[in-house]
């Protein structure tokens, strides 16, 4: 797809699908992709060995509006752990160890792409 005629959705969802790799390469355990609750969502929830992982991702074509891990405002913070919390109760685990992270995806001129996992973001 030409960089031109991709849209703002078509990025995040390969930056998605490749976070996704990643992390199976890593020997994560999905869970669940593009989990809604609360009119938001947490775009990967998985399992590092008994730690159970949500993972927000974000992609960018270029710094002008700083790094894909900026976006990832308090706000934002507070409305993903709202949505893990209620993952966590919807699906009794409770006392399973969590933690939150962020991978960023920047995408160069030449469509080549760099990878960032911040373990425990926030």
């Known amino acids: 797809m030409e960089k031109n005629k991709q849209t703002p959705f078509d990025l995040g969802k390969l930056g998605e699908k490749i976070a996704l790799n990643y992390l199976i390469d890593n ?35 270029s710094t002008n509006y700083g790094s894909p891990e900026e976006s990832v405002t308090p706000s934002k913070q507070q409305q993903i752990r709202k949505i893990a919390q ?9 006392d399973v160890e969590c933690r939150f992270d962020v991978i960023s995806l ?10 960032c996992h911040i373990k425990n973001a926030f």
Request: glycine share 4%; proline share 0%; no cysteine.
């Open 27 to 61: 020997k994560y355990k999905i869970i669940a992709r593009s989990y809604r609750l609360f009119r938001g969502e947490i775009d990967i929830i998985a399992y590092d060995q008994k730690t159970l992982v949500f993972v927000e991702v974000k992609t960018r074509r």
């Open 86 to 94: 209620g993952f966590l109760v919807k699906n009794n685990l409770q």
């Open 106 to 115: 920047s995408f160069d001129e030449k469509e080549e792409y760099s990878i």
